[in-house]
């Protein structure tokens, strides 16, 4: 489904990614972990858009996308959130939503219906789901932190992706909301059938539902499998699990 | 039963509709003045309000607008029904030609290429003699035929002046109802998206650059046709139309008014357009009183004079 080759981003004379290649099945769920400062960030930004390779390439369904825009990338059913939260802070909730399901509709061009009779049902669902519905006409930006998370993932949602990258989507959330968060994500990911990519710092979070791990140190992938293998491996125990400990 | 909501637009409307039989050369002079400013004002507030781009170069289609006019109706006796529209579809024409390269840039780079291209058109005014009467500017533009209005019963007994205040009243309130469906519409909500985060407008399928060139596209066709009366009104254009200081003026309308409220720069546009009236016969010292709103304005009330009403409204209510 996407498939990365041998991709470079250098920012001046530091490479932030360099060399990493991986393919992502359809509907599996995969993780990348690795330290701060790893280039996670760097490899979503690269996937979707926002940044351009220095070199290799990256490619949906077959089909090269390297360097398209981040507008594109996103129509070709390609949904993001942002590690830090990313929304629209003077939107209400629902318009914030909403606005990411009209787009999604191509119905930003039209300049004479009435913007907010339209796609009230799904919207309203949507955020049912994230259980956000009781907030829907609060402004994005004046809610809570968990809450502002909840919306980022509600925006990428809406856009009704085939793949969905998650850039630390339970950042800054107490335990207990981080594993709210995830079971969330989890059944979302089971009910859509979505292709989850995502990036987490709670190894237990990571182990308990990604089928697949790839490990990302200093811009390269040292590792990849199933998450028992990742366990076992003593160069991701050693980098980035003892680290821990 | 629930109640029905005041319409107030429509309340404001007939007021505004019923100026003429005060019976004042002054009064309507200055609603006329007023109404298309507050035009100008709203087409500005769709890019600075609705889509977060700041232009210092808005006058530019005001003034593109206006010589539309004048050119068609003064040098080619075009009839008033085509040099109209005209001056909105050419304003909107160089605004798309000069958007193409200012939406490439952003925030302040954004704003100083706006300001560029405007003194580029301003320039051309002024220098371009045998089109648009230069320095000099071209006076005389003549009024619309507006005999017809003289059939219509009760309309007979107005002077000219009422007549063309009546069709710029009815020519603005459409404009003013197209824009409102427009940044109410799912474009509008689009462009909000991007001035609330053009980053991540692009992430849910937005190709940002082009909703913004559109937002300026529109808003350039708007400005026009406000400038395509204003030539009108004033007997005349001149370069000074579409002079930094005329977008510098607009701007300061729209904000004293305030931007986060679709009427706030029709607001604006009356306040200050009265103030100046007023304060001039006084004082010559306009400019000094105006730096002082400013300053006021910017410390105290940000969201302008509709965003301080609005405030205090809800504080009234209750909570
Ligand atoms: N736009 C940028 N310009 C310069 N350096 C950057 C930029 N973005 C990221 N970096 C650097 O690249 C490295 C990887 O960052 P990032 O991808 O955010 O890591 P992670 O998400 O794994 O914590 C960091 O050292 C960071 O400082
Ligand atoms: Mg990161």
Known sequence: MLEVQDLHKRFGGFAAVSGVSFKLEKGTIMAIIGPNGAGKSTLFNLITGHVEPTAGRVLLAGREITGAPPHEICRLGVGRSFQRTNIFPNLTVFECVQAAVLAHHGKGRNFWLRADQLYREQTEALLASLGLADKANSLAGELSHGNQKQIELGIALASDPDILLLDEPTAGMSSGETHETIALIARIAAERGLTLLFTEHDMEVVFSIAAHIAVLHQGRLIAEGTPDEMRRDPEVRRVYLGERS | ?????????????????????????????????????????????????????????????????????????????????????????????????????????????????????????????????????????????????????????????????????????????????????????????????????????????????????????????????????????????????????????????????????????????????????????????????????????????????VGAVVALNRRLRGR
């Open chain 2, 1 to 305: 039963m629930s109640r029905r909501p005041v319409p107030w637009v429509l309340v404001l409307f007939l007021v505004l509709l019923c100026i003429p039989w005060l019976g004042s050369r002054l009064y309507t002079f200055i609603a006329t003045d007023i109404a298309i400013l507050a035009l100008f004002a709203l087409s500005l507030n769709l890019l600075l309000g609705y889509t977060g781009l700041v232009s210092f170069g808005h006058a530019a289609y005001f003034g593109i607008g206006a010589y539309t006019t004048a050119i068609l109706m003064k040098t080619y006796g075009v009839p008033f029904v085509v040099a109209f529209p005209a001056a909105g579809i050419v304003a909107a024409g160089f605004a798309l030609v000069f958007g193409f390269f200012c939406v490439r840039l952003t925030k302040i780079y954004f704003a100083m290429l706006t300001l560029a291209f405007a003194q580029i058109v301003w320039a051309i005014c002024f220098k371009w003699n045998d089109v648009t009467g230069g320095e000099q500017g071209m006076p005389n533009v003549p009024y619309p035929d507006l005999g017809w209005m003289s059939a219509i019963p009760g309309l007979g007994s107005l002077r000219s002046g009422d007549h063309f205040y009546l069709l710029v009243l009815a020519l603005v309130a459409v404009a003013i109802a197209a824009l409102r469906r427009i940044v109410a519409s799912p474009y509008g909500r689009m462009l909000s998206v991007i001035r609330e985060n053009p980053e991540r407008a692009e992430f849910i399928g937005i190709n940002v650059r082009l909703y913004q060139l559109s937002a300026f596209v529109v808003a350039g066709f708007f400005a026009g046709l406000a400038g395509g009366l204003f030539g009108i009104f004033n007997r005349g254009v001149f370069p000074d139309f579409a002079y930094w200081t005329k977008s510098a003026e607009v701007l300061i309308m729209t904000i004293l008014g305030g931007m986060g409220h679709f009427w706030g720069p029709a607001v604006g546009a009356m306040v200050l357009t009265l103030l100046n009236q007023q304060i001039t016969s006084y004082t010559e010292y306009w400019p000094l009183i105006l730096g002082i709103i400013l300053i006021v304005l910017l410390f105290g009330f940000r969201g302008g004079i």
